[in-house]
């Protein structure tokens, strides 16, 4: 499990704009979404996105959403510690596979921020 990354889908609200996100975290660990990811994307309400929206503006299955490829103007959001793992296994799109990576590369797609994302 420590050498695996989990990719969640969040959705926040303010003043009528919706923000889809990618926060990534090891499977061993939690994100704070409510306080670290809220404030990091300067929305008043944030939640995990429902599973129908999730997979309808991923175009991935459920439990096997990956950052790579999301839509373009979506924030990817890495904890510190998924960059820090060396290589990890990631959602690949599909629930059948899994792809592995070295970490260090999730931190190079070009929305993705690293951030202390634990929850602490």
């Not at 420590?2 to 090891?26: D, P, Q």
């Not at 309808?56 to 950052?67: L, N």
Request: net charge neutral; charged share 20%; proline share 4%.
């Amino acid at each position: 499990m420590a050498a695996s990354a989990n990719c969640v889908i969040v959705l926040g609200k303010r003043a009528g704009e919706e923000t889809h996100a990618a926060v990534l975290v090891l499977a061993t660990g939690r994100a704070d979404v409510n306080g670290v990811v809220r404030k990091h994307l300067g929305v008043r309400k944030i939640s995990f996105a429902a599973q129908d929206d999730a997979v309808g503006s991923t175009g991935m299955e459920y439990g096997g959403i990956t950052p790579i490829g999301l839509p373009a103007d979506w924030p990817v959001l890495v904890d510190e510690a998924v960059v820090a793992a060396g290589p990890v296994v990631i959602g690949s799109g599909i629930r059948g596979s899994k792809i592995l990576i070295d970490a260090a590369a999730l931190a190079k797609l070009p929305a993705a921020t690293v951030l202390d994302l634990a929850q602490h």
